[in-house]
């Protein structure tokens, strides 16, 4: 019997926008009837994973009937030994997609201003109205780059949070070190920087870790193994932060 009585939902999450995620490959051949795809619209590693993961799913060394250490130890002291950023400082999530979310449900209330840009990652946007929050987003110029001036005017007004991704996902921009540069340098303490850079090992311009150098200011950078890495279907992702 279906009750009268009508389940509301958190207003904040009542109309928030699609999520696009691309098709899964085995839902496409489905669908299309064929089973040669090219999947391009998640921008999965065409090549695949390392073989040595392969070797240690099929090793000893992978229980899948015990818990993982919740601190991602040895993890985050590799990354640490990597990035020379401190132990402390590094958070492991489920793809850093839970890190956009966590960050969103840590400094985000209702009437909180998040700020991004447009066209962009869509959690950028859901994470934050999702957490009550209003988005503020800054169009790409005309020739598809990332509009400074108007970014510097938004973060005058010193929003909550900044989602700053680079290299753009979908415009393909990558932010130079000068302008990352006049951007810290517009940015206040009272506004978390969060610097996606899922497409990091695609490019050579740009560290956002610099950014985590400049005092007073904070920032989290946000690494991903999905896409360089080939192992999306892991969900393992990284935030390098400015303090623990
Ligand atoms: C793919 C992607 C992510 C999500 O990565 P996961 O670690 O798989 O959650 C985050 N940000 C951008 C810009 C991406 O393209």
Redesign the pocket.
């Known amino acids: 019997m279906e009750s009268d009585v009508k389940l509301v939902p958190n207003p904040a999450i009542a109309d928030l926008p699609l999520y696009n995620a691309g098709m899964n490959i085995e839902f496409a051949r489905k669908v299309s009837g064929r089973s040669q795809i090219a999947a391009l619209a998640?921008?999965e590693n065409p090549y695949g994973c390392s073989p040595k993961v392969r070797a240690m799913f099929a090793s000893d060394l992978f229980d899948p009937s015990r818990y993982p250490d919740p601190g991602c130890t040895a993890l985050r002291e590799a990354i640490s030994a990597r990035t020379n950023v401190a132990l402390e400082n590094i958070v492991v999530g489920n793809?850093?997609?839970?890190i956009?979310a966590a960050i969103s449900r840590a400094y985000l209330v209702t009437g909180s201003r998040a700020l991004t840009v447009t066209p962009s990652?869509g959690?950028h946007e859901i994470d934050p109205i999702a957490a009550g929050a209003t988005v503020t987003k800054i169009p790409m110029t005309q020739d598809m780059e990332f509009d400074i001036a108007a970014l510097e005017v938004a973060l005058a007004a010193k929003p909550a949070v900044f989602f700053l991704?680079t290299p753009s996902?979908p415009v393909g921009c990558t932010l130079g070190m000068l302008q990352l540069e006049r951007l810290a340098a517009a940015t206040s303490p009272e506004t978390l920087v969060v610097i996606?850079e899922?497409?990091f090992d695609y490019q050579n311009e740009v560290d956002g870790t610099r950014f985590l150098a400049r005092s007073g200011l904070n920032c989290v950078v946000?690494r991903?193994f999905?896409?360089a890495y080939g192992l999306?279907g892991l969900?393992v992702?990284y935030g390098l932060c400015s303090n623990a």
Not at 95 to 98: A, D, F, I, L, M
């Open positions: 998640s921008n793809g850093s997609e839970e956009v990652f959690l991704p996902n996606d899922a497409f946000l991903t999905s896409k999306a969900r992702g």
